[in-house]
């Protein structure tokens, strides 16, 4: 089975502008989550989607959104760009979602950088 | 959500086991733990989860304290590719709560 895959792998934009970002989740899985990995915060969770409705967001402002499609396909979303979220931003997979014994499969990620 | 409290750091010689420990002294009844690891330039990837007992897989081991207020990770033979960050995190298997990474232990491996 072929793993996440996210693109690109890699961007360069200034601030203000917008971003938006995709994951391929692994074949079967209807989960995706997105998250928002810095040196100074480490991971954190930005939100999930199943089923393409939002399950579960995190504490990030509203620049931040995102949408999955009926393929399971997800993209994430940043408008008005700061130089505060250049970040590696990775997407996971699971089958049912967040749940206690769901294994998360993560993508190589997206590095954002903010000039 | 519960908290869990690891070393920042360890180092390792290769071809010898480590003992990565975890602290979470407020895990409830229905939290399992969970070990992901991040290698350089990757993303996180699954290593081993469990209840109440203790767990084997390909990769590793989990070793449960009976109080489930610690457990520990166990590769056998530490090898240069296990070079990573370790994130010991726990989940509900109710709801859907996403994973609350903390600091990890960065594990190095010396030749």
């Known amino acids: 089975k072929a793993g996440v895959t996210q693109t690109p792998r890699y961007l360069i934009k200034t601030r203000g502008q917008q971003v938006t970002l995709s994951c391929s989740p692994i074949?079967?899985?209807?989960?995706v989550s997105w998250y928002q990995q810095t040196p100074g915060q480490g991971l954190q969770f930005l939100f999930e989607y199943f089923s393409e409705t939002q399950r579960n967001k995190g504490n990030f402002p509203g620049r931040f959104s995102g949408r999955q499609f009926s393929n399971s396909r997800s993209e994430m979303n940043v408008s008005t760009l700061e130089l505060g979220d250049s970040a590696l931003y990775l997407c996971?997979?699971?089958?049912?979602?967040?749940?206690?014994?769901?294994?998360?499969?993560f993508g190589p990620g997206t590095r954002l950088t903010v000039l | 959500d519960a908290k869990t409290t690891q070393p920042n750091s360890m180092e390792s010689n290769e071809e010898e086991p480590v003992h990565l420990p975890c602290n979470h002294s407020t895990i409830s009844g229905t939290d399992y733990i969970h070990w992901y690891r991040q290698l350089p330039s990757q993303g996180p990837e699954y290593v081993i989860h469990?209840?109440?007992s203790n767990v084997n897989n390909r990769m590793a081991s989990l070793a449960i304290a009976e109080d489930r207020k610690s457990s520990t990770l166990i590769l056998h033979r530490a090898t240069l590719r296990d070079a990573a960050v370790y994130y010991c995190?726990?989940?509900?298997?109710?709801?859907?709560?996403?994973?609350?990474f903390g600091k990890g232990t960065r594990l190095s491996v010396i030749a």
């Open positions: 074949s079967g899985h209807r989960s």
């Open positions: 996971a997979s699971s089958l049912q979602g967040t749940l206690g014994t769901d294994t998360q499969y």
């Open positions: 469990g209840l109440t």
């Open positions: 995190i726990l989940t509900r298997n109710s709801g859907n709560t996403p994973l609350v």
